[in-house]
């Protein structure tokens, strides 16, 4: 079974411009979990879709913004990109009846 | 909402010594507490698990404990080795409004020294 697929894994993005992160559940998932993990500290909690709807968002500023598409697969847009944005950005997904997250690779985002 | 907190931030062991990490949680309305491991590289992965009716569960070398009424839990690794040496996280998860919302702690870097 595949597990959690994300896209691209390395991205390289000029201040100001939009970068748009791609990520495939495993199969079966309906929740799709977005956290940033900024170089040497822990995981921030970005959004939550859950059945294509946005159930949850974190302290973060508008310009982070997402969908779930109806096969459940997510997209994470960052607009207006800032230096401090560069930070490896995590996938997960779960049932909605189950507990168990799982992660993908992630995709690495640099903005110089 | 929920808050998790996890210490140490880093720790760092000789070969074949125990580990232990430990979370404390706000809200008692979480039920499930996954560990996860996250090498140099990799996304975390699930190494352990422990429901709210369980106190206790072990995996090999690797041990899980819930205290409910003091809303912490531990993560134990004895006989620790080289290739132990990541960065571990908590997460506690309660269901709200019928979904799983997940909350991690801010992880802790495990150095394990040969």
């Known amino acids: 079974e595949a597990g959690v697929t994300q896209s691209p894994t390395h991205l390289i993005k000029t201040r100001g411009q939009q970068a748009t992160l791609r990520c495939s559940p495993i199969?079966?998932?309906?929740?799709v979990y977005w956290y940033q993990q900024a170089l040497g500290l822990g995981l921030q909690f970005l959004l939550w879709?859950?059945?294509?709807?946005?159930?949850n968002r974190g302290n973060f500023p508008p310009r982070f913004s997402g969908r779930q598409f109806p096969n459940y697969s997510s997209e994470l847009n960052v607009n207006a990109l800032e230096l401090e944005d560069s930070a490896l950005y995590l996938c997960?997904?779960?049932?909605?009846?189950?507990?168990?997250?799982?992660f993908g690779q992630g995709t690495r985002l640099t903005v110089v | 909402g929920e808050n998790v907190e996890q210490h140490p931030s880093t720790l760092s062991v000789q070969e074949g010594d125990s580990a232990v990490i430990k979370c404390t949680y706000s809200?008692?309305?979480?039920?499930?507490f996954p560990w996860y491991k996250q090498e140099l590289g990799k996304g975390p992965q699930l190494i352990i698990d422990?429901?709210?009716?369980?106190g206790e569960k072990k995996d090999q070398r690797i041990a899980v404990t819930l205290n409910k009424t003091a809303k912490h839990f531990s993560l134990h690794i004895t006989e620790t080795q080289p290739e132990d040496s990541a960065v571990y996280f908590c997460?506690?998860?309660?269901?709200?409004?019928?979904?799983?919302?997940?909350?991690f702690g801010t992880g802790t870097k495990l150095q394990v020294i040969p």
């Open positions: 997960a997904s779960s049932t909605g009846g189950r507990s168990e997250a799982f």
């Open positions: 997460a506690a998860s309660l269901n709200s409004g019928g979904y799983q919302k997940v909350t």
């Open positions: 809200d008692s309305a979480s039920n499930y």
């Open positions: 879709y859950d059945e294509g709807e946005e159930r």
């Open positions: 199969s079966g998932h309906t929740s």
């Open positions: 422990i429901r709210s009716n369980v």
